[in-house]
């Protein structure tokens, strides 16, 4: 199975602050990479998808960015509603992997 | 309204079999892969596998092959995930989720709002 690694694995951050988390993966698969955000008791959330593109209705504070082994997310000017667990996935191999998450809370 | 509910919290005994579903609307439920993700308390998120409704195929992540089983009834719009004998390492929160159409890609673009299964004596 392809390893999806998330650094890092949890993050504090201020309001305003601009976050950036990283996404490696052990093989290379272009830009088949999504990234989801997942509030506390709440079902997950699509937020990018083919790592730069932003799916409709997600703010766009949110971005995405990487080809290859390498993506980050970035949230330019962090929300408290981003509070939240983010995870990237790759939808190139079967099976399809999640990274571990990043736990993003606020300073 | 495109949604995927799921259904409600189970209780199970170890050996005992179980069968959750996740109803569809809004969407053209028989050409849309639907998928499973497991989430274990505390823990990330987990690739299960997906089913076409359309002509029932199926795709099994290996972690899970075997000891699940996908269907989808598209007369009723609903998909199923199955157990013959539950575990008590089958204890997590189960979500549905519809992939995005086309074919650069997938992604999860909707989710049902988790099913919890508790298994224990």
């Known amino acids: 199975d392809i390893q999806m690694t998330q650094s890092p694995s949890s993050l504090s951050a201020s309001i305003g602050d601009r976050v950036t988390i990283t996404c490696r993966a052990s093989q290379t698969f272009g830009d088949y990479l999504n990234w989801y955000q997942q509030k506390p008791g709440k079902a997950p959330k699509l937020l990018i998808y083919?790592?730069?593109s932003l799916e409709s209705g997600v703010p766009s504070r949110f971005s995405g960015s990487g080809s290859g082994t390498e993506f980050t997310l970035t949230i330019s000017s962090l929300q408290p509603e981003d509070i939240a667990t983010y995870y990237c996935?790759?939808?190139?191999?079967?099976?399809?992997?999640f990274g571990q998450g990043t736990k993003l809370e606020i300073k | 309204e495109v949604q995927l509910v799921q259904s409600g919290v189970e209780v199970k005994k170890p050996g005992e079999s179980l069968k959750i579903s996740c109803k569809a609307s809004g969407f053209s439920f028989s050409t849309s892969w639907i998928g499973w993700v497991r989430q274990m308390p505390g823990k990330g998120l987990e690739w299960m596998g997906n089913?076409?409704?359309?002509?029932?195929?199926?795709i099994y992540s290996p972690s899970f092959q075997g000891q699940v089983t996908f269907s989808a009834d598209k007369s009723i719009t609903t998909a199923y995930l199955q157990w013959s004998s539950v575990r008590a390492s089958d204890t997590a929160m189960y979500y549905c989720?519809?992939?995005?159409?086309?074919?650069?890609?997938?992604?999860?673009?909707?989710w049902g709002q988790g099913t919890m299964v508790t298994v224990s004596s």
């Open positions: 089913v076409y409704p359309l002509d029932s195929r199926t």
């Open positions: 989720a519809k992939q995005t159409p086309g074919a650069h890609c997938d992604a999860f673009d909707i």
């Open positions: 996935q790759q939808s190139y191999y079967t099976p399809r992997t």
């Open positions: 083919a790592a730069v």
